[in-house]
């Protein structure tokens, strides 16, 4: 596959994951000549964009391209309640994805939020779907329900009375024990999505009061495309520097396992 791929996030105050959000976006299985990366800095106080300066710095030479950027809007801190999430995050971000959509020019744009940590094949995988609007699977129950984090994926169908819910399978519960391809049908998504070019120049992101992302999907339904996710294409959703810890103590001690 020769097709040019942007991968770009809005990125506010993600110092204690950055290191290893940008580890997995190397070692991506995609030629790097035909990568480009947009990093949009907000409103952000800590050490992101440093660390975003000194990423282009080394590996510049690598990319298509590696844009980092500042674009300060005063937006609050989300902190998950849903007032502030309804006044302001959520109109906050779309105009940041909107602005990345607009400074796009490749064949397409993934959106990979920060929190994010994706699987070298990702690129590959879903670009063998061949969808204009396709998404990668993660789960994100860590913080609601840690004991069973797959009852809320990034994936959602509109129920009889207009509202989006959480689709829950077996696929979806078993996805990171049992990883298989299989695409199915869904009415929104996001996180972690792959758009063609088509659709990125066409469809903008607005407020929605269940996220910016569901307002993107209503457009391009509205527009005549299709959404999909890619079940067996599961990435690891990391909502706290707690959690992160965890993970990786979770993913040292497995690959020592693998040793004894």
Same mark, same amino acid.
């Given at each position: 596959?020769?097709?040019?791929?942007?991968?770009?996030?809005?990125? @506010?105050?993600?110092?204690?994951?950055? +290191?290893?959000?940008?580890?997995?976006?190397?070692? /991506?299985?995609? &030629?790097?000549?035909?990568?480009?990366?947009?990093?949009?800095?907000? #409103?952000?106080? #800590?050490?992101? /964009?440093?660390?975003?300066?000194?990423?282009?710095?080394?590996?510049?030479?690598?990319?298509?391209?590696?844009?980092?950027?500042?674009?300060?809007?005063?937006?609050?801190? #989300?902190? *998950? +309640? !849903?007032?502030? @999430?309804?006044?302001?995050?959520?109109?906050? /971000?779309?105009?940041?994805?909107?602005?990345?959509?607009?400074?796009?020019?490749? #064949?397409?744009?993934?959106?990979?939020?920060?929190?994010? /940590?994706?699987?070298?094949?990702?690129?590959?995988?879903?670009? %063998?779907?061949? %969808?204009?609007?396709?998404? $990668?699977?993660?789960?994100?129950?860590?913080?609601?329900?840690?004991?069973?984090?797959?009852?809320?994926?990034?994936?959602?169908?509109?129920?009889?009375?207009?509202?989006?819910?959480?689709?829950?399978?077996?696929?979806?519960?078993?996805?990171?024990?049992?990883?298989?391809?299989? !695409?199915? *049908?869904? +009415?929104?998504?996001?996180?972690?999505?792959?758009?063609?070019?088509?659709?990125?120049?066409?469809?903008?992101?607005?407020?929605?009061?269940?996220?910016?992302?569901?307002?993107?999907? %209503?457009?391009? =339904?509205?527009? $005549?495309?299709?959404?999909?996710? +890619? !079940?067996?294409?599961?990435?690891?959703?990391?909502?706290? &520097?707690?959690?992160?810890?965890?993970?990786?103590?979770?993913?040292?001690?497995?690959?020592?396992? =693998?040793?004894?």
């Amino acid at each position: 596959m020769n097709q040019t791929i942007t991968i770009a996030t809005p990125v @506010r105050n993600r110092e204690w994951i950055l +290191d290893e959000y940008l580890k997995r976006l190397l070692e /991506l299985n995609y &030629p790097t000549n035909l990568i480009e990366f947009i990093f949009v800095i907000n #409103d952000s106080t #800590d050490n992101s /964009l440093n660390i975003l300066y000194n990423f282009k710095k080394q590996y510049r030479h690598i990319y298509r391209n590696i844009r980092v950027e500042v674009y300060n809007r005063n937006a609050p801190v #989300d902190k *998950r +309640d !849903l007032n502030t @999430r309804n006044n302001f995050i959520y109109t906050h /971000l779309g105009k940041l994805r909107n602005y990345i959509m607009s400074k796009t020019k490749t #064949d397409y744009l993934m959106f990979i939020d920060t929190d994010i /940590l994706v699987q070298p094949d990702i690129i590959n995988n879903l670009l %063998k779907s061949d %969808k204009d609007i396709v998404s $990668g699977l993660i789960w994100n129950g860590y913080i609601v329900r840690p004991e069973k984090p797959y009852l809320f994926p990034n994936i959602m169908r509109i129920n009889s009375k207009g509202y989006y819910e959480h689709i829950v399978s077996n696929q979806v519960k078993n996805a990171l024990s049992h990883p298989s391809s299989s !695409l199915i *049908r869904v +009415d929104l998504t996001g996180a972690v999505i792959m758009l063609s070019r088509k659709v990125f120049k066409s469809i903008k992101y607005g407020f929605h009061p269940q996220g910016e992302d569901a307002h993107f999907c %209503k457009m391009a =339904q509205e527009k $005549g495309f299709e959404l999909f996710c +890619d !079940l067996g294409t599961f990435s690891h959703h990391i909502m706290s &520097p707690e959690y992160l810890r965890e993970f990786l103590n979770e993913t040292k001690n497995d690959c020592l396992c =693998q040793y004894n």
